[in-house]
């Protein structure tokens, strides 16, 4: 006799219906799919480093993790030594010096860090400023803590910065609906997707628009040290740390995703807020990985020279991939992408990119996915070796010059 499903009966919370899956989780399915069946497809699509962390790093994580009182859960807030090796790193290129005991607290990933961020600032209803095109996860995050998302956006004619007019119109429309207030804003340079790099000028900018509407500004700065000489951190504007929080992670820049291992910095009484949450959701990182976590931190400029000498290289071969897509690009753009706009003579961003999987068997990133100001967008991951690279721009020069 056959049982009746009673799994068909029950319903997921209603905060599930708010969000999709991710979209790379999906389309790296359908290229796994592809490449079972035979295809060797090429990806440039997902921003995960294929270049190892130091020596040193892996060094000490091996002789760590032999230690037999290592294992154990760790604490909160990371081990002393993870939490002063992230101050001194910031004291040494951002030239913002932070009080390891209470602004620091390290992250199993930026990611994570949003929704604890979200977490503890949001109520549902709350305004939450998300950039257009921006990573996916100020969305999907905001939506999934009941957040009433406003979007702001950022045009390429504006150098991909915020139009401070409109944020400012975007303020008095909410106030005179009656709606409550926006609480937090979510920024990020140097910019992903777009390569926009900060300013000084910029940053000024948005902790005087936070201090003058009471808005927690929030800048996800992951990408600082890719193919960028002077990497710049919100903190060092004065009066910052009253109003903003800072995530930065060492998977691009140390070459670490899946260390997870990363940070947020801010006044102390937002930090112990964002611990409130986090100690209710995990239970701490591998000492060994923060251990090593430590020695990356230690790098040299000679380190990320080295690092960025490769990059070059492949922003090179990814800027040829561009020109025969006739796509234009910002060749000041920084980070570990390449953005560029698609001819007119193309319907759109996605429609490429599928023309491009689908025929060249070579995938793209299409910039709707950042948003609807991505639309007329691709992006080119650089974390692909070079030969690789080659081989993408001779399928993609076959087939386009046989269109």
């Known amino acids: 006799m056959q049982k009746e499903n009673k799994a068909c009966k029950i319903r997921p919370a209603s905060r599930i219906g708010s969000v999709e899956e991710y979209y790379f989780s999906k ?35 091996c002789a760590e993790v032999q230690k037999e009182d290592v294992h154990g859960y760790q604490p909160y807030t990371g081990i002393p030594a993870l939490r002063e090796g992230f101050a001194s790193w910031y004291g040494r290129w951002y030239g913002v010096e ?20 979200s977490m503890a600032f949001l109520n549902p209803g709350d305004g939450v400023l998300v950039p257009n095109p921006g990573y996916p996860a100020y969305t999907s995050v905001s939506k999934l ?22 944020l400012e119109q975007l303020i008095a429309v909410r106030r005179k609906e009656g709606k409550p207030a926006v609480r937090m804003m979510w920024v990020n340079y140097p910019n992903m ?60 820049s140390h070459n670490m995703p899946g260390w997870r291992m990363a940070m947020l910095a801010s006044n102390a009484t937002f930090v112990r807020w964002v611990l409130r949450v986090k100690s209710n959701v995990d239970s701490g990182q591998f000492r060994p990985m923060q251990s090593a976590a430590v020695e990356a931190l230690r790098a040299g400029k000679d380190w ?13 071969l ?14 000041g753009q920084v980070g570990m992408f390449l953005w560029g706009r698609i001819p007119d003579s193309v319907e759109s961003g996605e429609a490429l990119a599928d023309k491009i999987l689908y025929e060249a068997g070579v995938f793209i990133t ?38």
């Open 27 to 61: 389309k790296l399915k359908e290229v796994a799919e592809m490449n079972a069946a035979g295809k060797d497809v090429i990806s440039l699509g997902v921003g995960s480093p294929d270049l190892p962390p130091s020596e040193q790093a892996i060094a000490t994580f």
């Open 98 to 117: 932070l009080d390891p005991e209470t602004e620091i607290q390290p992250l199993i990933g930026s990611k994570e860090g949003i929704l604890h961020i």
């Open 145 to 166: 803590v009941g957040a009433d998302i406003v979007t702001y956006r950022l045009d390429e004619k504006n150098g991909w910065y915020p139009d401070f007019g409109e």
């Open 193 to 252: 997707p777009t390569g926009a790099d900060a300013s000084i000028g910029l940053y000024e900018k948005l902790v005087d628009f936070g201090m003058n509407h009471g808005i927690v500004i929030c800048n996800d700065n992951p990408y600082g040290f890719i193919l960028n000489e002077n990497p710049l951190s919100i903190l060092r504007i004065q009066g910052a740390r009253e109003i903003c929080i800072e995530l930065n992670s060492m998977s691009k």
């Open 304 to 316: 990320y020279d080295g690092m960025n000498g490769i990059y070059r290289k492949r922003r090179e």
């Open 366 to 403: 299409p910039g709707f996915i950042f948003g609807s100001a991505g639309d007329r967008y691709v992006r080119i991951s650089l974390c692909c070796k070079e030969n690789v690279l080659e081989k993408a721009i001779e399928r993609i020069k076959l087939i386009i010059y046989n269109s």
């Open 318 to 331: 990814a800027g040829q991939i561009m020109a025969a897509l006739g796509c234009t690009y910002d060749r």
